[in-house]
């Protein structure tokens, strides 16, 4: 729907209601929490549950006689694609690099850098601040050199997390580390998220698919190692520092799919040379 120029800027408002909820809603679930109980949380989040779905229902177009149909073989076969499955394997390392240490955000500002409890609803909006900017900044950048930003991305957030041990020192600095953390991470969603669209061009929508289930894998293997470290004694900011490991890790899965794409398109470039060279030396005759 949107010209070729702009896509990855449209990804990343599509993205915007992730990043805007992160501002509103982390922030008011820990407060009902705190305030209500847990089961207000959930009770919460089944009603806005059900106006979502009441939303779809409303506003989504019923008239899909312009839609391409693909069919369920063809759409399957997308994912038998190195270049896809690459691309979800980034996301999975850079995203499980960020909810390795976001999971555990809330000890690390306690206990480490000496906020109150109260004080963590605010810096929990800051995240989202940080993340939406770097969701619109991300989507910017992407349309210009998505490989430029995936990969400036992922180092920045590796930098970042390496970092967190330092920052986590004073309040100030903590404060800032949890904006950094969020423009860092979210830079990287919209040319996650159009990279695995393009690589699976001839099935986009499970593609689609699986690279939201790949953002809940992060979440959960992000999660589950940042958890190993603190299980482990390493200390409260320990969890930011496995992130820091993903995200390198995320690198190195982001480069070798650069690298089978530069492969891939040399015989590419042989057969159109090939093509070319008659009608040149015609020319040259004339």
Do not use: C
Request: glycine fraction near 12%; charge should be positive.
């Amino acid at each position: 729907m949107v010209a070729p120029e702009r896509k990855a800027r449209s990804v990343s408002l599509m993205f915007l209601g992730l990043t805007v909820a992160n501002i509103v809603g982390v922030p008011a679930a820990t407060l009902m929490g705190q305030h209500l109980g847990w089961r207000a949380t959930f009770l919460g989040v089944s009603v806005i549950g059900l106006v979502a779905i009441a939303s779809l229902a409303l506003l989504i177009p019923h008239d899909h006689a312009h839609a391409p149909v693909v069919g369920l073989r063809r759409e399957m076969a997308a994912l038998r694609s190195l270049p896809v499955w690459l691309a979800l394997g980034t996301t999975v390392a850079g995203f499980g690099a960020l909810f390795s240490a976001y999971s555990y955000i809330t000890p690390m500002l306690t206990d480490a850098a000496g906020f109150a409890d109260g004080s963590v609803t605010l810096l929990l909006a800051l995240f989202g601040v940080g993340a939406t900017v770097g969701n619109l900044v991300g989507g910017r950048l992407a349309d210009h050199s998505l490989r430029g930003t995936l990969f400036g991305g992922l180092a920045s957030l590796a930098a970042v997390l390496a970092l967190f041990p330092l920052l986590m020192s004073t309040e100030w600095t903590a404060a800032l580390a949890v904006v950094l953390l969020g423009v860092a991470a979210f830079v990287t969603g919209s040319p996650l998220q159009l990279m695995v669209m393009e690589k699976a061009s001839a099935g986009p929508s499970l593609a689609s698919s699986a690279n939201q289930a790949a953002f809940n894998l992060a979440n959960a293997g992000g999660a589950w190692i940042g958890g190993l470290a603190l299980a482990a004694g390493f200390g409260a900011t320990s969890p930011a520092l496995a992130g820091a490991v993903l995200a390198v890790l995320g690198l190195g899965v982001a480069a070798t799919a650069a690298t089978v794409d530069r492969r891939r398109s040399v015989p590419g470039r042989e057969r159109v040379v090939a093509t070319h060279v008659p009608h040149e030396a015609e020319a040259l005759q004339h």
